[in-house]
């Protein structure tokens, strides 16, 4: 079955790159997501990657994809106190009827310092 | 634009009660996606639902819990004879229609559940 895992918290001082960890147990073709969750807030979707890549960079956010690891981890650049949220990794089949169900991880949070 | 819709944002019931839990999707978005979140947890998938069609429902609870989506209307999430355990947070999702539209999943708000 489908499974995500994350390590549960990351500390960085403002200013520094925040690498956020996540390993996923599917092997079939599937997408990988980055959602952020602010409190009291729903998620927000940053970015998502399909598995047949390696990379992908948009603005702060560089994802990177070891797929023989089955690990996927979220960059962010310059990490600003407004980054400090809670980050889910999340993970889709691409085909069949589950291409719409999302298997999330619990979440890790981070913590921006000034 | 708005964005996907739930309401109520908080809901508090007793034991036993019935909750009804609404979204509207984003303008143009035929498909809905209800999660819940449990304290200090990641998100669950409950069940994923076209127009006047169940398409996954393969993480609802097999009592008590019912969705649709109508052909006009919001889709409801309904949670008969709630129980403290059924106290989460539950997200409404939406997305494009097709295949490709259900990998970009817009979520509301949420609405926080609390049974007495």
């Known amino acids: 079955g489908e499974d995500v895992e994350q390590s549960l918290f990351l500390s960085v001082r403002e200013g520094d790159s925040s690498v956020i960890n996540c390993t996923y147990t599917?092997?079939?073709?599937?997408?990988l997501y980055w959602y952020k969750q602010e409190p009291g807030a729903g998620l927000q979707l940053l970015t998502y990657?399909?598995?047949?890549?390696d990379m992908k960079q948009d603005q702060r956010l560089t994802v990177l994809l070891n797929k023989k690891d089955k690990h996927l981890s979220l960059r962010i650049a310059d990490t600003q106190t407004g980054d400090s949220a809670i980050y889910f990794c999340?993970?889709?089949?691409?085909?069949?009827?589950?291409?719409?169900?999302?298997?999330f991880g619990q979440g890790t949070i981070l913590t921006v310092h000034p | 634009n708005a964005g996907v819709m739930q309401n109520p944002r908080h809901l508090v019931r007793r034991r036993g009660q019935e909750a009804r839990l609404r979204c509207s999707p984003m303008?143009?978005?035929?498909?809905v996606y209800w999660y819940r979140q449990l304290p200090e947890e990641g998100l669950k998938f409950m069940v994923y639902l076209q127009k006047e069609n169940i398409i996954d429902e393969s993480g609802m609870p097999k009592e008590r819990f019912s969705a649709e989506f109508p052909k006009e209307g919001p889709s409801i999430l309904r949670i008969q004879q709630v129980v403290r355990g059924d106290s989460a947070a539950y997200f409404c999702?939406?997305?494009?229609?097709?295949?490709?539209?259900?990998?970009?999943?817009?979520f509301g708000p949420g609405t926080r559940l609390t049974v007495l």
């Open positions: 999702a939406s997305s494009p229609p097709g295949v490709a539209g259900a990998h970009e999943q817009f």
């Open positions: 599917d092997s079939s073709s599937t997408y």
């Open positions: 990657i399909f598995s047949n890549m």
């Open positions: 303008k143009g978005h035929s498909h």
């Open positions: 999340a993970e889709s089949m691409a085909g069949g009827t589950s291409y719409g169900k999302l298997t």
